[in-house]
């Protein structure tokens, strides 16, 4: 146990963020406040003079204690804190919805502190935290229109604020406080005005529109962007919203206002950048001609009132829009320990296809005698995003050892329909591995196969197993020629126990990124089938196309039987979900 350090004299300053557990904040506007509040503290005490990473600083989830370095003087806080915290949140709620702007408590204290090794203890902190919370403040405020609340202690008023009139003592006033075992009195500021615009300026443009951009210019941007075509919509907005939040559904965007003010409901990602306004610089990269310019001409203008021109450049050294690289949809089965018969499906939409990964889609957790239809239903509502998309798309199964031998090569799409349609017809088809993903120490020897595949993608490094083998196959495999490995049979749902290596686990281990099996067919005829998938000039590196066209049936030499049962994993290193955090499912 860590002995208590010298108690030493400090500023205190401990923040809270009032309505943090609102029930109309949702997950993600918790994030953004709680991200926020710690981007509007640093650029209010920088501005104060004070750099906010010398302080020692303690998180509370919707707050933060805050001890300024020893020997800071201490009317710095009450001289320059007020206005430049009020100047910095201002920014910030500007730039958010309503459901993450912030108003602030802030209570300022000076006293002797410990530190013993997990955090701050003493009165004076204790006092902090007590004035925090009098009720008299926090009545006070909830009736006020002001955004920050200044609550000073009795010692730090007397020693610091008084003395000095110019730190305006008399904007505070005095109120009892009587919460827990502290009782005594504190002084109370309320201050920084919220900006509101008048009802009926609102109603001219539409109330749900954020004030990023000011009201007088706002018409003149709206009469530009209506009936405006948006080149690329769906990829625009995903790069506009950043991975963090998923594409919604663009039913009704037809031109840019309407994407512009569908963006306005999301808030800033950890960069500042509202999604309305990265919308804007991407819409002027886009657009050509004289409308392009006009756009960018507002968007400087934009960045430079909002203090945004390094975050928005950095944001411009982004990919180029490509015209039709495919799509992917990743979904993830994998068995509840504590139900066998129960399996969590978690997804994730790949929307913009220069990016990844992408933000997961959902987490659910099914029946296992019910997800060909549960994955159904994610198939399509990834449908209903991508429905202006121009582009191809693949699904891939990230499944466990347990699961490897789902049918998922059979499974439809559309079952209410009462027609439904294979899947290998509409996407290319296949599985990963979810334990290689999850296996790190797997992934430098994946990636080494991989790059040699890309660079010679030649169909005779493809190793059949079973035949003439004189060494075990983890032998054979370690030679770095072959990057794909057919199995002899289907893989067990556990790794098989005995003298000879497992198959499986032995090429996911070796790194090779394709493996390949059939349930029923023969050594010689699946030999023909591969050697037809593989015949294309670029080899495995067409695998997934000429895959997909082997089940069309035109101009193929086999049986479509024989294509259909063909199961394919096709796992590329470069398209990795991180899997370091429990996935919580809502329960179908």
């Known amino acids: 146990m860590a002995r208590p350090t010298q108690a ?131 009545e006070a405020f909830a009736k006020s229109d002001r955004m920050i609340a200044f609550i000073s202690s009795e010692r730090f008023f007397t020693d610091v604020i008084e003395k000095d009139p110019g730190l305006l003592p008399e904007l505070y006033r005095s109120i009892p406080v009587s919460v827990k075992t502290f009782t005594g009195m504190a002084y109370l500021r309320l201050h920084g005005d919220v900006a509101t615009a008048a009802a009926e300026d609102k109603a001219d443009l539409d109330n749900a529109v954020l004030e990023l951009i000011p009201r007088k210019d706002l018409a003149d941007l709206r009469r530009h962007l209506t009936r405006m075509e948006v080149p690329h919509l769906p990829v625009m907005m995903s790069r506009a919203l950043g991975p963090a939040a998923a594409l919604p559904r663009l039913e009704g965007i037809t031109d840019a206002w309407a994407a512009f003010h569908l963006l306005t409901d999301y808030n800033a990602g950890p960069d500042g950048v509202p999604p309305a306004l990265a919308f804007l610089r991407l819409l002027a990269e886009n657009v050509v001609g004289e409308p392009g310019a006009e756009i960018a001409g507002r968007v400087a203008d934009l960045a430079r009132s909002l203090r945004l021109v390094p975050a928005l450049a950095h944001q411009r050294a982004s990919k180029p829009i490509p015209e039709r690289p495919p799509l992917h949809l990743m979904i993830m089965l994998d068995p509840v320990t504590a139900d066998p018969s129960r399996c969590t499906l978690a997804f994730w939409r790949q929307d913009d296809p220069e990016i990844w990964p992408p933000s997961l889609g959902g987490v659910r957790e099914i029946g296992i005698d019910e997800v060909e239809f549960r994955v159904d239903d994610v198939i399509l509502e990834t449908e209903s995003v991508w429905s202006g998309q121009s582009m191809s798309a693949s699904v891939e199964f990230l499944l466990p050892r347990t699961l490897i031998n789902l049918p998922v090569q059979r499974w439809a799409k559309e079952h209410g329909t009462g027609h439904p349609q294979p899947l290998r017809y509409g996407y290319r088809l296949g599985i990963r591995s979810l334990e290689r993903m999850r296996a790190k120490h797997w992934h430098r020897a994946w990636n080494y196969r991989w790059d040699s595949m890309v660079e010679h993608p030649a169909a005779d490094r493809l190793h059949y197993s079973g035949v003439a083998e004189d060494h075990p196959i983890d032998a054979i495999l370690s030679d770095d020629h072959w990057v794909g490995l057919v199995l002899a049979k289907p893989p067990s749902p556990q790794a098989e126990r005995g003298a000879l290596p497992d198959e499986l686990t032995t090429a996911l281990r070796s790194g090779l990124p394709v493996v390949l099996w059939h349930p029923d067919a023969e050594p010689e005829n699946l030999r023909e089938l591969l050697d037809w998938v593989l015949a294309a000039e670029s080899g495995f590196n067409e695998l997934p196309d000429r895959r997909k066209l082997a089940n069309s049936g035109a101009a193929v030499p086999f049986k479509n039987s024989l294509a259909h049962d063909l199961v394919v994993m096709w796992d590329d290193p470069k398209r990795v979900i991180v899997l370091d955090q429990p996935l919580t499912p809502t329960r179908l």
């Open 8 to 138: 030493l004299d400090r500023t205190i300053v401990v923040v809270d963020v009032v309505g943090f557990t609102a029930p109309d904040r949702n997950r993600l506007d918790k994030l953004a406040v709680h991200q926020g509040m710690y981007e509007v503290l640093k650029t209010a005490f920088a501005e104060s003079n004070v750099d906010f990473d010398s302080c020692a600083h303690e998180d509370r989830g919707d707050g933060v204690l805050v001890l300024l370095p020893t020997g800071t003087t201490k009317g710095l806080i009450p001289d320059l804190l007020p206005d430049r915290l009020a100047v910095a949140l201002r920014r910030y709620n500007h730039t958010r919805t309503p459901q993450a702007q912030m108003r602030l408590r802030v209570s300022l204290n000076a006293g002797e502190v410990l530190y013993d090794g997990k955090g701050w203890v003493g009165d004076a902190v204790d006092t902090a935290f007590r004035i925090l919370d009098a009720p008299l403040a926090k």
